[in-house]
């Protein structure tokens, strides 16, 4: 056994996630956009689209490659990261605006079992205690993210090419990664007698899933979709922000909710599901509340952090709640539906941020996020959530 007791494998499941979500990170969010605008000479509707496809493609995708990753476990995981590897060298060999498009999408097919097959697998739901092991999944997968969009950006002053390469290798590393970890675990044999409409049908039927995953899942990521149109230009118009010190503060709160997770995972069974999410987005509301009447930078770091914080006191208890309510036998089929619903609210959010802030001004959809916030921290300070969690 390795620290945290994980095993060799499981430790492997997390290097992997770590560097698909980097590759990722620094391909989509900054490497994509200044490629095909200022090296393909392309413009930046066709990178737009790119982008879109990859994440539309892996929303979508995600209840089915849980589902088959529940019946057929790493295998699935292995032929998803060659899938991505394909795409990234069509788009490398062949930088056409239909291949960028085409190819960004079957990335996303190919990204979509990665996540739900490492949280299966180094959290599964029936282990006693996986609020720390669930810190590590996100921890790994918040890291990745970050690194990639950070780290790229000190490579392509070199060039295009070495930040491509980079990008490559590190998928590459992921697959041959994947080919230690074979074969899976065994799977439930009754699962591979299910169709997914059965398992799906068998959720839906849970009132725990229907009356509070699914709204509450949903409203988070789309709180988070409206003020993605308008914080840039809130930071610059309202705080005063340079782009530099706009960087600085995502950094100021992503890296608090990083380094947040790992301890109130342990704290996690300590207080109850209740208390760890009303405090979570209550504390949540009040910094954007706070963020939309300020003017200035002083104030905005601190209250980054603050919603860093909040972010960390959030996601183990929420991701608990999940575990609670997900068969075992199921798990990564659970963990697909709610990923599916999240990217939905991803999804929907930042259009209606746009609209919002069009007629109502650039703190409006802050504002709404706020209300929404508050709401979502109200309904769990006196939802006897447990009457709905014993199974």
Same mark, same amino acid.
């Given at each position: 056994?390795?620290?945290?007791?994980? +095993?060799?494998?499981?430790?492997?499941?997390?290097?992997?996630?770590?560097? +698909?979500? *980097?590759?990722?990170?620094?391909?989509?969010? #900054?490497?994509?956009?200044?490629?095909?605008?200022?090296?393909?000479?392309? #413009?930046?509707?066709?990178?737009?689209?790119?982008?879109?496809?990859?994440?539309?493609?892996?929303?979508?995708?995600?209840?089915?490659?849980?589902?088959?990753?529940?019946?057929?476990?790493?295998?699935?995981?292995?032929?998803?990261?060659?899938?991505?590897?394909?795409?990234?060298?069509?788009?490398?060999?062949?930088?056409?605006?239909?291949?960028?498009?085409?190819?960004?999408?079957?990335?996303?097919?190919?990204?979509?079992?990665?996540?739900? @097959?490492?949280?299966?697998?180094?959290?599964?739901?029936?282990?006693?205690?996986?609020?720390?092991?669930?810190?590590?999944?996100?921890?790994?997968?918040?890291?990745?993210?970050?690194? @990639?969009?950070?780290?790229?950006?000190?490579?392509?002053?070199?060039?295009?090419?070495?930040?491509?390469?980079?990008?490559?290798?590190?998928?590459?590393? #992921?697959?041959?990664?994947?080919?230690?970890?074979?074969?899976?675990?065994?799977?439930?044999?009754?699962?591979?007698?299910?169709?997914?409409?059965?398992?799906?049908?068998?959720? &839906?039927?849970?009132?725990?899933?229907?009356?509070?995953?699914?709204?509450?899942?949903?409203?988070?990521?789309?709180?988070?979709?409206?003020?993605?149109?308008?914080?840039?230009? *809130? &930071? =610059?118009? =309202?705080?005063?922000?340079?782009?530099? =010190?706009?960087?600085?503060?995502?950094?100021?709160?992503?890296?608090?909710?990083?380094?947040?997770?790992?301890?109130?995972?342990?704290?996690?069974?300590?207080?109850?599901?209740?208390?760890?999410?009303?405090?979570?987005? @209550?504390?949540?509301?009040?910094?954007?509340?706070?963020?939309?009447?300020?003017?200035?930078?002083?104030?905005?770091?601190?209250?980054?952090?603050?919603?860093?914080?909040?972010?960390?006191?959030?996601?183990?208890?929420?991701?608990?709640?999940?575990?609670?309510?997900?068969?075992?036998?199921? =798990?990564?089929?659970?963990?697909?539906?709610?990923? +599916?619903?999240?990217?939905?609210?991803? &999804?929907? @959010?930042?259009?209606?941020?746009?609209?919002?802030?069009?007629?109502?001004?650039?703190?409006?959809?802050?504002?709404?996020?706020?209300?929404?916030?508050? +709401?979502?921290?109200?309904?769990?300070?006196?939802?006897?959530?447990?009457?709905?969690?014993?199974?």
């Amino acid at each position: 056994m390795l620290p945290a007791n994980l +095993t060799r494998q499981e430790w492997i499941l997390l290097v992997i996630l770590f560097t +698909t979500e *980097f590759a990722r990170g620094a391909f989509f969010l #900054s490497f994509l956009p200044i490629y095909a605008v200022k090296h393909l000479g392309l #413009s930046i509707t066709a990178a737009g689209f790119a982008v879109s496809a990859h994440y539309f493609t892996e929303t979508a995708s995600k209840t089915a490659a849980g589902w088959h990753f529940d019946r057929t476990g790493r295998p699935v995981l292995l032929i998803g990261l060659i899938t991505g590897l394909a795409s990234l060298m069509a788009m490398k060999l062949w930088p056409l605006p239909v291949i960028l498009v085409g190819a960004s999408a079957l990335l996303g097919l190919g990204m979509s079992p990665v996540w739900l @097959g490492v949280m299966s697998e180094v959290a599964p739901v029936e282990m006693p205690g996986r609020a720390s092991r669930v810190g590590l999944v996100f921890a790994a997968w918040l890291a990745g993210a970050g690194a @990639g969009l950070v780290a790229v950006n000190f490579i392509l002053h070199r060039g295009f090419e070495p930040a491509f390469s980079m990008i490559i290798i590190l998928w590459l590393v #992921s697959v041959v990664l994947t080919l230690f970890i074979l074969p899976s675990r065994g799977r439930r044999e009754k699962q591979t007698r299910q169709g997914i409409f059965l398992s799906l049908a068998r959720l &839906a039927t849970n009132p725990a899933v229907t009356r509070i995953l699914i709204p509450g899942m949903f409203l988070q990521t789309f709180c988070a979709g409206l003020l993605l149109p308008v914080l840039p230009l *809130f &930071a =610059q118009n =309202q705080l005063g922000l340079s782009y530099n =010190q706009y960087g600085l503060l995502l950094l100021a709160g992503g890296g608090t909710a990083v380094l947040g997770l790992l301890p109130m995972g342990m704290v996690l069974g300590r207080l109850t599901l209740n208390s760890l999410l009303a405090a979570g987005f @209550g504390l949540s509301a009040l910094c954007l509340g706070l963020l939309a009447v300020s003017h200035g930078p002083q104030s905005a770091f601190p209250l980054a952090i603050l919603l860093g914080l909040s972010y960390a006191v959030i996601l183990p208890a929420w991701n608990t709640l999940l575990a609670r309510v997900i068969p075992p036998e199921r =798990q990564a089929t659970g963990w697909g539906v709610f990923a +599916t619903v999240e990217g939905l609210g991803a &999804a929907i @959010g930042p259009a209606l941020g746009s609209l919002v802030a069009r007629y109502g001004g650039i703190t409006a959809p802050i504002m709404l996020a706020t209300l929404l916030l508050i +709401t979502v921290a109200i309904f769990y300070t006196f939802y006897p959530l447990e009457k709905f969690l014993v199974k």
